[in-house]
C-alpha cells in the first residue's frame, strides 16, 4: 500500500513563507512525476509544480518565481517551497505521484489528503 502525507500548511501573511513536504511510504519500486496541485473553493484543481525523476521542473505561470519544487528521492519526498504569498495562493495543496509499487509492472496514481493553505492579513 503506497501512501502519500503531506505537511506543511498553515496561515500566513502575504509576503510570507511556507514549505510544503509530501513523503511517500509504503512498498515502492519507483517514483516518476511528483507533483504539486492546488484547489481553491469554487475553482478547478490546478497543477501548480511538477518534478520528473529526471530532475524536470514545471511551474504554473502564476507562481513562477516565488514557488520552487525540490525533491529528495533517497527520502521518497518532494518539497515546495512557497515564498511572497499572495492571497491568490489559497487553495488546499494537494501532493501526486506516479509510482510503481511492489508487484506492479507499471505505476499508479496516488494523491495525499492535502494540507490547507491560507494566506491572509
Known amino acids: 500500500q503506497v501512501q502519500l502525507v503531506e505537511s506543511g500548511g498553515g496561515l500566513v501573511q502575504p509576503g510570507g513563507s511556507l514549505r510544503l513536504s509530501c513523503a511517500a511510504s509504503g512498498s515502492i519500486l519507483r517514483i516518476y512525476t511528483m507533483t504539486w496541485y492546488r484547489q481553491a473553493p469554487g475553482k478547478q484543481r490546478e497543477l501548480v509544480a511538477s518534478s520528473t525523476s529526471g530532475g524536470s521542473t514545471n511551474y504554473v505561470d502564476s507562481v513562477k518565481g516565488r514557488f520552487t519544487i525540490s525533491r529528495d528521492n533517497a527520502k521518497r519526498t518532494v518539497y515546495l517551497q512557497m515564498n511572497s504569498l499572495k492571497p491568490e495562493d489559497t487553495a488546499v495543496y494537494y501532493c501526486?505521484?506516479?509510482?510503481?509499487?511492489?508487484?506492479?509492472?507499471?505505476?499508479?496514481?496516488?494523491w495525499g489528503q492535502g494540507t490547507q493553505v491560507t494566506v491572509s492579513s
Open positions: 501526486y505521484a506516479r509510482v510503481v509499487a511492489v508487484g506492479e509492472v507499471i505505476g499508479n496514481d496516488y
